[in-house]
């Protein structure tokens, strides 16, 4: 169990399909991020949330639409979706990250074809 | 512009042995920087971190060096187990903005493999 739960865990869908990523949390920490892996590259921040509100989108595209209800949970939308968005979606909730670091999820398996 | 690497793709290492994991960055403005540990079909696991006021943190079989006049940190791990074949990320933060939560800048990560 490592505090962070992300949904599901592998997701396959069509270029022209919508789906929904969930990431949850119950560690009472106050802000929540997705990162992007993709193979050989380096973890790509795409989204930050601090108390709820969104504090960064880092140039991601509007197919990509991030949501957070509250500060335990925190979905990512997708729609219109391209192959080479095929990836690992990292969810993770920090307190002070810059100290602690992340809790990282066990990330989601995305597969666009 | 990739502001921390992790110049070696992968490492091979005889258990029992010291691994070391080397990484680079270029912001000055990183004033702390942690290691975090990934096994196939897991998130990352956080390993250790350094403050830039210190030069060296050690926690069990793990170290960490920090030599901030090269911009450079290293992760030794000794003695090597097969169980630590993982890919090792090291990863770098700085305040943003004035506000507390931060965010962390990760390099493209090492493979680690520890041979019986």
């Known amino acids: 169990e490592t505090g962070v739960t992300q949904t599901p865990r592998h997701l396959v869908m069509g270029m022209t399909n919508k789906k929904s990523l969930k990431c949850e949390q119950h560690l009472g920490h106050n802000a929540m991020y997705w990162y992007k892996q993709s193979a050989k590259k380096p973890l790509e921040l795409m989204f930050v949330?601090?108390?709820?509100?969104?504090?960064e989108n880092n140039s991601v595209p509007s197919r990509f639409s991030p949501e957070c209800p509250n500060s335990s949970h925190l979905f990512l939308h997708l729609h219109t979706l391209q192959p080479e968005d095929s990836a690992l979606y990292l969810c993770?909730?920090?307190?002070?990250?810059?100290?602690?670091?992340?809790?990282f999820g066990s990330g989601t398996r995305l597969t666009v074809v | 512009d990739q502001q921390v690497k992790q110049n070696s793709p992968s490492l091979s290492v005889q258990e029992g042995r010291i691994s070391i994991l080397n990484c680079d960055y270029t912001n000055s403005m990183f004033d702390y920087f942690l290691w975090y540990k990934k096994y196939p079909a897991e998130g990352p696991t956080f390993l250790i971190s350094?403050?830039?006021?210190?030069d060296k943190n050690e926690d069990g079989r793990f170290t960490v060096f920090l030599n901030k006049s090269a911009k450079h940190l290293s992760l030794h791990i000794v003695p090597s187990q097969p169980g630590d074949s993982a890919v090792y990320f090291c990863a770098a933060s700085a305040v943003t903005g004035g506000t507390s939560y931060g965010k962390l800048t990760f390099g493209q990560g090492t493979i680690l493999t520890v041979h019986p």
């Open positions: 993770a909730s920090s307190q002070d990250a810059r100290v602690y670091g992340y809790t």
């Open positions: 350094i403050s830039s006021i210190k």
């Open positions: 949330y601090n108390f709820k509100e969104q504090t």
